[in-house]
C-alpha cells in the first residue's frame, strides 16, 4: 500500500498557514473526510471551528457553503425551493437548489435551529440525497456536513436528539490555543495581516479514491475484537452508562482507526488508532447515569475507563 503521510503532512502544513495549532482536530475533520462521515465540532466561539473547516474545502477543491442556524430557520432555506421562472410567455416551476448542494456543508451553531429544520439535514447526512415534494436529489460526491455547537450557551437552543448525534461519525472536541500558539495568532492576525494564498493540494476524484483505499487498509482480527469489546462494553457498563453505543459506533470506530493508520503512513490498523479515535466515536453516542453525572463525571472520562478496563 501506497504511503499517503506525505500528502497528509502537505496538507496539514498548508492548513498551518491559515490555523494555528489545532492539528488535532484538523487531523478528525481529514478521518471524517476519509470515512465519507459528517462531524460534530464542539468548542467555544472564536476558536476558528468555521476557519478550520473552509481552509481543509479549499485545499481539497470542494465545494463549499455555510449555514448559519437560528431559530427562524426553514428546511426550505437549507434545501432550496421550487420558484417560479417565466421564459417565453410560459410560466413553470424551476427547483432552486439551497447551500445543502455543496460538498462539504458547514452547519453553524445546528442546535440553534429548531427540531423540523434539523431534521432537513438528517436525509442529506445519511441518504446523500433530499426530497422536495415528491422529486428526489442526488447530492454531489464526496458530501459531508461538519456541524459546530456551542458547549455554554444553551438557552433558546435545541439538543440534538439521540437519532441526530448518532448520524455524526465525529464529535470533535475544539480546546483553546496554548500560549505559545496565541501568541502567534495574534502576530499573525493582529500585526502582520498578509493575504494567505492557499493552493489546492487535491480534488474530488482524488478525495473519492483515498475513501475507497480508507475501506482497503488492513486490520488484524485481535485488533477488530479488541474494538468491538469496547464498543459492546458500553452497554454493559451500568455504574457509568445508562445508555450504549448502537453498531453504527463499532463501524464508524474501525473505519475512523483506519483512516488514522493512513494519514499516520501505516499500512495496518494499530491498537493506539483505535484507542485514539474511541474518544471521537464514542463520547456523543453514551449516555452517563445520573450518579456519574453528580461525580462530574465526562464521557470522555467513561472513554478512559473503558480503555483501560479492556487492554
Same mark, same amino acid.
Given at each position: 500500500? =501506497? ?9 496539514? &502544513? #498548508? ?11 484538523? #487531523?478528525?475533520?481529514?478521518? !471524517? ?9 464542539? @468548542?467555544?466561539?472564536?476558536? !476558528? ?40 410567455g410560459?410560466?413553470?416551476? *424551476? ?6 448542494f ?7 451553531e ?5 427540531? &423540523? ?29 461538519l ?11 435545541y439538543?440534538?436528539?439521540? !437519532? ?18 496565541? &501568541? #502567534?495568532i ?7 495581516q =498578509? ?8 480534488n ?10 480508507? /475501506? ?19 452497554? !454493559? ?6 445508555? @450504549? ?39 456523543? /453516542? ?8 453528580? *461525580? ?7 472513554? &478512559? ?7
Amino acid at each position: 500500500m =501506497k504511503n499517503y503521510k506525505p500528502t497528509f503532512d502537505a496538507l496539514m &502544513k #498548508e492548513v498551518g498557514k491559515v490555523v494555528v495549532g489545532q492539528n488535532e482536530v484538523i #487531523e478528525q475533520v481529514l478521518i !471524517a473526510i476519509l470515512c465519507n462521515g459528517n462531524a460534530l465540532l464542539e @468548542g467555544y466561539p472564536g476558536l !476558528a471551528k468555521t476557519l478550520t473547516v473552509r481552509t481543509i474545502a479549499e485545499l481539497l477543491d470542494l465545494k463549499f457553503s455555510r449555514i448559519q442556524n437560528t431559530p427562524d430557520l426553514m428546511p426550505s432555506d437549507i434545501i432550496g425551493t421550487y420558484i417560479i421562472e417565466e421564459s417565453g410567455g410560459k410560466r413553470q416551476f *424551476k427547483f432552486q437548489q439551497g447551500p445543502v448542494f455543496a460538498n462539504i456543508v458547514l452547519a453553524d451553531e445546528i442546535n440553534r435551529a429548531t427540531p &423540523k429544520t434539523q431534521s432537513a439535514l438528517l436525509e442529506a447526512m445519511q441518504e446523500k440525497q433530499v426530497t422536495v415534494g415528491t422529486q428526489t436529489f442526488k447530492l454531489d460526491q464526496p458530501f459531508f456536513v461538519l456541524a459546530t455547537q456551542n458547549p455554554i450557551e444553551q438557552e433558546g437552543t435545541y439538543p440534538l436528539p439521540e !437519532a441526530q448525534s448518532d448520524r455524526f461519525l465525529l464529535k470533535i472536541k475544539v480546546s483553546y490555543p496554548t500560549v505559545e500558539e496565541e &501568541k #502567534e495568532i495574534v502576530e499573525r492576525y493582529a500585526v502582520d495581516q =498578509k493575504e494567505i494564498r492557499l493552493k489546492a493540494l487535491l480534488n474530488k476524484n482524488h478525495v473519492l479514491s483515498m475513501q475507497e483505499i480508507t /475501506r482497503e487498509v488492513p486490520i488484524a482480527n485481535d485488533i477488530k475484537q479488541r474494538a468491538l469489546k469496547l464498543v459492546t462494553a458500553t452497554r !454493559a457498563h451500568k455504574e457509568l452508562i445508562q445508555y @450504549g453505543a448502537s453498531p453504527r459506533a463499532s463501524i464508524g470506530l474501525i473505519m475512523a482507526a483506519k483512516a488514522r493508520a493512513l494519514i499516520k503512513g501505516r499500512n495496518h490498523v494499530a491498537m493506539e488508532d483505535i484507542e485514539a479515535m474511541a474518544y471521537p466515536v464514542l463520547r456523543h /453516542r453514551i449516555i452517563l447515569t445520573f450518579e456519574a453525572e453528580r *461525580k462530574g463525571l465526562s464521557t470522555d472520562d467513561a472513554v &478512559k475507563d473503558l480503555i483501560a478496563k479492556n487492554k
